[in-house]
T-cell receptor
């Protein structure tokens, strides 16, 4: 699976949009971009995934650049409960295991 | 629909004892994964199982660790002769089988078992 690079930490004000970047410059054509988050001491939670089109669900939006070498996870109206470590994972089609990096520790401030 | 269940949530063992961690997947899920998270580190894949079969154990330590997912009952991660370095949070995840060739099987995680070895 391709390696991803994320900033180690970010801060965001409550109510504002949180934009979390991820670089995956070595991604190949059959690799998907997945996002999970881990709220303190809990199990990771699936957020969203995409291949090349932008995706949106009830939790977040995923914007993937045209060359697919980077992506941004957007939490449109961050709340204090969104404070967590966010993991960007690139995963080949059909692969089973998830390879977690260090992620981005997002802190939402009141 | 209940989520992935793990028990116990906390487990304390002395060095040399055995630890058994149990995982009940979500209803309808036949694939189970185990991950380990050492203190202040990210999650590391350990093993992937389907009913009665180990599919990928590339992340399992070569000794003392074993996993099973019997036809009936929960998946079990077993650690024999525990050492202090085994202290960690162990997370189980489950997923549906793949449909065709598409990666649509997001994994759903349990709350974890925190193992402390004294």
């Amino acid at each position: 699976d391709a390696k991803t690079t994320q900033p180690p930490s970010m801060d965001c004000a409550e109510g504002r949009a949180a934009n979390l970047p991820c670089n995956h410059s070595t991604i190949s054509g059959n690799e998907y971009v997945y996002w999970y988050r881990q709220i303190h001491s809990q199990g990771p939670q699936y957020i969203i995934h995409g291949l090349k089109n932008n995706e949106t669900n009830e939790m977040a939006s995923l914007i993937i650049t045209e060359d697919r070498k980077s992506s941004t996870l957007i939490l449109p109206h961050a709340t204090l409960r969104d404070t967590a470590v966010y993991y960007c994972i690139v995963r080949v089609q059909g692969a089973q295991k998830l390879v977690f990096g260090q992620g981005t520790r997002l802190t939402i401030n009141p | 629909n209940a989520g992935v269940m793990q028990n116990p949530r906390h487990l304390v063992r002395r060095r040399g004892q055995e630890a058994r961690l149990r995982c009940s997947p979500m209803k309808g899920h036949s694939h189970v994964y185990w991950y380990r998270q050492l203190p202040e580190e990210g999650l590391k894949f350990m093993v992937y199982l389907q009913k009665e079969n180990i599919i990928d154990e590339s992340g399992m330590p070569k000794e003392r660790f074993s996993a099973e997912f019997p036809k009936e009952g929960p998946s079990i991660l077993r650690i024999q002769q525990v050492v202090r370095g085994d202290s960690a949070a162990y997370f189980c995840a489950s997923s549906l089988p793949l449909r065709g060739g598409w990666v649509v099987n997001e994994q759903f995680f349990g709350p974890g078992t925190r193992l402390t070895v004294l």
